[in-house]
């Protein structure tokens, strides 16, 4: 019979790793600026680097935790993005797919 002790030395080791790995997956997953999609509808991490003069449908302020694609909370740092086949995007970011949440 395992002791309540016992069984606490192995859990939370075991879901202190989970946690580690799953952070790291999630990292992975983020979308690259250079990656081809990304490049073609001008994504950026940092709305406020997008060149305004090239995509003139960007306007301060729309930022991707702001967009309907964005499938976080709009607080989230990090979510999916449908666009750029379900890779996680900044949610300060920006790409010219940009349509603002209703």
Not at 27 to 34: G, I, L, M, N, T
Not at 40 to 60: P, S
Not at 76 to 90: E, Y
């Amino acid at each position: 019979m395992t002791s309540r002790r016992q069984f606490m030395f192995t859990v939370v080791p075991a879901v202190a790793a989970l946690s580690a790995v799953s952070t790291a997956v999630r990292a992975a997953d983020r979308v690259d600026e250079k990656d081809p999609a990304a490049v073609g509808l001008g994504y950026k991490h940092d709305a406020t680097k997008v060149d305004a003069k090239k995509y003139a449908n960007y306007k301060a302020g729309a930022v991707c935790g702001n967009c309907q694609f964005y499938q976080g909370k709009p607080s989230d740092a990090w979510a999916g993005c449908p666009l750029l086949a379900g890779k996680q995007v900044n949610g300060k970011g920006w790409c010219s797919g940009y349509v603002k949440k209703a």
